[in-house]
C-alpha cells in the first residue's frame, strides 16, 4: 500500500477529541486523536491525513461520525460498500455527503450512475457550513473613500475587520479533515464548478436493445473501462512522474446491482448473472489499490434474496455498512428509537497492512439525519441512565 | 410513474383513475379482451380511451399481430403513443406489467419503464402488476423504481378492500397512508376510512420549548425602551466615520504585517516537548 509509516499502535485508552468542531456526540474509540507532525517526505494532499494506527493515507467520507467508525476515515485506495435502505433516502445522502466533502477538498469526482443523470446528483449536493472553505472568488477589494457609509455601518464594534476578506487564505482547507454540511441548502454552482468532475450514465453508453440480447452483462465491463481510462489520463495512477502535484480521485457509484444495470441479481432467487457484480469489484478493487482513488458503492441490498452472493460482495469490498430507515417499518412507533431515523450497522472493517482492525465499541447504532450533521450514536447509551453517564466520565 | 401493486390478483379496474380527469389515456391491454375493459363504463369514457388490443395476438402466432409482448421497447411504444397526435403528453396504463414480465427479462422491463420514465413520450405510466405471480426480488425491483406504489389487498369485510399508498417526492421524502375503499357498480371509489396507523402519529405531541426566562426572581428581559437606551450607549474607541475610514483605508508609507506561519507556530497542546511517540 501507499505510504507506510511504521508506527506502534497505541494501546492507551487515552479520552478522544473529536476532530475540527467539537459535537455533542462522541464515540468512545481505542486510540488517541493525536496527529504525528509530518516533516518526513510524505507528499501532502490537501484534504488527507495519515492514519494513527496504520499509517494509511485517509481521506474524509463527509460524515464525521462515520469517520469515526471506520478508525479516522477512509484509506485511500479501499471501497466502502454502502447497503441502501428501503428508499434509497439515506444511502444516496451518504453519497452525497462523499461527493461533496470532494469538492470541499479540491479532489476530482467520478460518478456512475443508472438510474438518474449523474447530474441531478451533483446538483442536490449539500451546502458546505464556510467558516474557512476557501471560495474561489475574488477577493473583496476594499471599498473606496468614496462610499464609507454602508460600509462602517456593518459593524459597530468590530468595525476594524470590516474590510478584511470573509474568506481565509486556501492554507486553511486543506489542514482541515472533515467538514459540516447544511442539508436544507444545495451548494452553490460556482463552488461545485470549480471541481472536476468525470461522469457516466450508462444509457449514454449502452443501447438497453443491444443488452437485452447479450448473454453477459456488458454495463460492468463498461464502466470499469470508463474508469481505467479515466485513472491512466488523468494521472492517478503514479504511472505518470510526480511533475504536477498529486490528487485524490473519489468515485462514486449508486446503485450497482439494480436492474437498471442489466444486472437480474436482485430480480431472482438464483440469478444467472450472479457473478457480473463480484468480477466488477474485484476488478475496481485492483484498480483503486493502484491508484489514488476511493470509491463509495450503494447496493439495495434489500432486494437481493441470495444471502451467498450478498456475502461474498460484502467480502469483496473493505468497509461495509447498511442502513435501515424507519420509514414505514413497526419500528417507528418504538419509543427507543423515536429521535433517530433509523439503524446502522457496520458490515465489515479491513484491516489493511496490520493484525488488528479497528471495530466500533457498539454494534446497536443508531442514525439521525439533522439539518448540519448527520449524527450516528448508541441509542442506549444516549437515552442515559445517571450509571452510564457517569462512566463517560 | 404509479404501480398497483395486487395481492391475490384482485380484479381492479384501472381507468376508473384515468377517465375521472380530462385526459388522453392509451391502455395496452394483455390480461383481458377489449370488449370485457369496455363493459360498464359510459361511451364519453371510453372515447377519450384508446385501447390497444394485445390480448388477442400477444406473441405474434398469426401473421398480423396487433402488438406484442416483444414491442415493449421505447421506440415502439413511444410510435404508439403518437399515433393520436395530441398536443399534450398522454398517460399510458398497462394492464398487466406481470405478463410482460413472464416474456422478457425484468431488467430489460425496468429499463424500459425507466426510459418511459425520463423521455417526454408519456407524462405518466400506471402499471398493474400481481405480485403473487413474481418472485420477491422481480416484484421488489419494479416496485423500487416506481415513484407512487397502491398495494391493495381484499379488507375484512365483503366489498371493500385496503389499499396501502406510497409515495416518493423528488427530496427523498416518503409518505406512507393506508385506507379503506370500496368500489360501486358505476365505478366511483368511495374512501370509507383511513386505517388505524394514522391515530398513531398525532399522539407525539410537540415539547414546549422550556423557555428559560420566565419565571426567575429576576428580569432578563428588555423592554423597548431600555433597548433603545443599549443602542444609543456610546461605546468607547468608537470613532467618528472620518477617522475610522483613516484607520480602515491607510495610505500610502504604513506598513503592512506579513506573516507566514513557520515551525514555532506548530505547536501541539497535547505534545508541548515535542518528544511523544505515537
Redesign the interface.
Known amino acids: 500500500m501507499l505510504h507506510n509509516i511504521d ?2 499502535s ?1 494501546n492507551m485508552a487515552a479520552p478522544v477529541n473529536s476532530v475540527g468542531k467539537t459535537s455533542g456526540d462522541r464515540f468512545q474509540v481505542n486510540c488517541t ?5 509530518t516533516r518526513s517526505k510524505l507528499i501532502s494532499i490537501p484534504g488527507t491525513r495519515p492514519s ?1 494506527q496504520n499509517g494509511q493515507l485517509l481521506v474524509s467520507t463527509g460524515v464525521t461520525s462515520l469517520d469515526y467508525l471506520l478508525g479516522g476515515g477512509l484509506a485511500v485506495g479501499t471501497v466502502l460498500l454502502i447497503e441502501e435502505d428501503r ?3 439515506y444511502s ?2 451518504i453519497l452525497k455527503y462523499f461527493l461533496a466533502e470532494g469538492v470541499v477538498c479540491r479532489h476530482e469526482l467520478f460518478v456512475a450512475t443508472a ?1 438518474d443523470n449523474p447530474d441531478e446528483i451533483l446538483q442536490e449536493l449539500p451546502a458546505p457550513i464556510l467558516d474557512d472553505v476557501a471560495v474561489p472568488k475574488p477577493v473583496d477589494q ?1 471599498r473606496p ?1 468614496g462610499e ?2 454602508d ?2 455601518d456593518a459593524m ?2 468590530a ?2 475587520y ?2 478584511l476578506p470573509k474568506v481565509q487564505s486556501a ?1 486553511a482547507s486543506s489542514s482541515r479533515f472533515g467538514h459540516y454540511y447544511d442539508v436544507s441548502k444545495t451548494m452553490e454552482a460556482e463552488i461545485r464548478q470549480a471541481a472536476k468532475c468525470h461522469r457516466f450514465y450508462l ?1 449514454d453508453h449502452i443501447t ?2 443491444s ?2 440480447h447479450s448473454a453477459r452483462v456488458e454495463s460492468y465491463s463498461a464502466l470499469l473501462k470508463s474508469l481505467q481510462e479515466v485513472i491512466h489520463r488523468e494521472g492517478f495512477d503514479l504511472a505518470t512522474p510526480m511533475s504536477k502535484s498529486r490528487n485524490i480521485l473519489r468515485v462514486g457509484l449508486h446503485s450497482l446491482g ?7 441479481m ?4 438464483k440469478p444467472r448473472h450472479g457473478h457480473a457484480l463480484t468480477t466488477f469489484l474485484y476488478g475496481l478493487r485492483a484498480l483503486l489499490r493502484s491508484s489514488l482513488s476511493v470509491a463509495v458503492v450503494t447496493l ?1 441490498s ?4 441470495d444471502r451467498a452472493l450478498m456475502g461474498n460482495i460484502t467480502r469483496l469490498c473493505d468497509n461495509a455498512i447498511a442502513l435501515e430507515s424507519f ?2 417499518s413497526e419500528r417507528e ?1 418504538n419509543p427507543l428509537y ?1 429521535d433517530y431515523h433509523g439503524l446502522l450497522f457496520v458490515r465489515q472493517v479491513p484491516h489493511l497492512n496490520c493484525l488488528a482492525r479497528q471495530l466500533p465499541d457498539h454494534k446497536d447504532l443508531a442514525f439521525k439525519l439533522k439539518r448540519k450533521q448527520f449524527t450516528i450514536e448508541s441509542p442506549g447509551l444516549r437515552s442515559g441512565s445517571t450509571k452510564n453517564k457517569l462512566r463517560q466520565l | 410513474m404509479y404501480i398497483l401493486a395486487l395481492k391475490n390478483s384482485y380484479n381492479l379496474f384501472l381507468n376508473i383513475f384515468s377517465v375521472a380527469r380530462e385526459e388522453v389515456v392509451h391502455v395496452l391491454c394483455f390480461d383481458v379482451s377489449e370488449e370485457e375493459l369496455k363493459v360498464g363504463l359510459k361511451p364519453s369514457d371510453t372515447q377519450r380511451l384508446h385501447i390497444h388490443n394485445a390480448y388477442s395476438d400477444p406473441l405474434g402466432w398469426t401473421g398480423h399481430p396487433n402488438f406484442t409482448a416483444q414491442q415493449f ?2 421506440e415502439d411504444l413511444a410510435n404508439l403513443v403518437k399515433q393520436t397526435s395530441q398536443p399534450k403528453p398522454a398517460v399510458l396504463v398497462i394492464d398487466s406489467l406481470s405478463w410482460i414480465l413472464r416474456h ?5 422491463v ?3 419503464l ?2 418511459l420514465r425520463k423521455g417526454g413520450a408519456v407524462r405518466a405510466v400506471i402499471g398493474l402488476l400481481h405480485t403473487d405471480m413474481h ?4 416484484v ?3 416496485c ?2 416506481a415513484t407512487s406504489l397502491i398495494s391493495v389487498a381484499p379488507g375484512v369485510r365483503g366489498k371493500e378492500a385496503v389499499a396501502r399508498v ?1 409515495k ?1 417526492s423528488k427530496s ?3 409518505m ?1 397512508d393506508e385506507e379503506i375503499f370500496c368500489i360501486a357498480e358505476d365505478f366511483t371509489v368511495t374512501i370509507l376510512s383511513k386505517a388505524s396507523h394514522a391515530e ?1 402519529k398525532t399522539n ?1 405531541t410537540e415539547e414546549e420549548q422550556a423557555d428559560p426566562t420566565a419565571n426567575l426572581t429576576f428580569n432578563l428581559r428588555l423592554s423597548d425602551s431600555e433597548l433603545e437606551a443599549k443602542q444609543k450607549l456610546t ?1 468607547p474607541f ?1 470613532f467618528s ?1 472620518e477617522k ?2 483613516a ?3 491607510p495610505g500610502p508609507g504604513s506598513g503592512r504585517i506579513l506573516y507566514e ?1 513557520d515551525a514555532n507556530d ?1 505547536y ?1 497542546q ?2 508541548p516537548d ?1 518528544d ?3
Do not use: Y
Not at chain 2, 422478457?104 to 430489460?108: L, S
Not at chain 2, 418472485?135 to 422481480?138: K, S, Y
Open positions: 508506527v506502534t497505541s486523536s493525536f496527529q504525528k507532525k494513527v428508499f434509497d433516502s444516496r445522502m438510474q476594499p473613500t464609507p457609509q460600509s462602517l459597530t464594534i468595525w476594524r470590516q474590510n492554507l444509457p438497453p436493445s443488452a437485452a439494480s436492474a437498471l444495470w442489466g444486472d437480474d436482485c430480480c431472482h432467487d439495495p434489500h432486494l437481493i434474496q420509514k414505514g412507533t423515536k | 421497447i421505447l422478457k427479462t425484468p431488467p430489460a425496468c429499463q424500459t425507466q426510459q418472485q420477491r426480488g422481480t421488489g425491483s419494479v423500487h423504481l406510497t416518493r427523498g421524502k416518503v406512507q398513531h407525539s461605546l468608537v466615520k475610522k475610514t484607520l480602515l483605508h506561519p506548530d501541539d497535547e505534545d515535542d511523544l511517540d505515537v
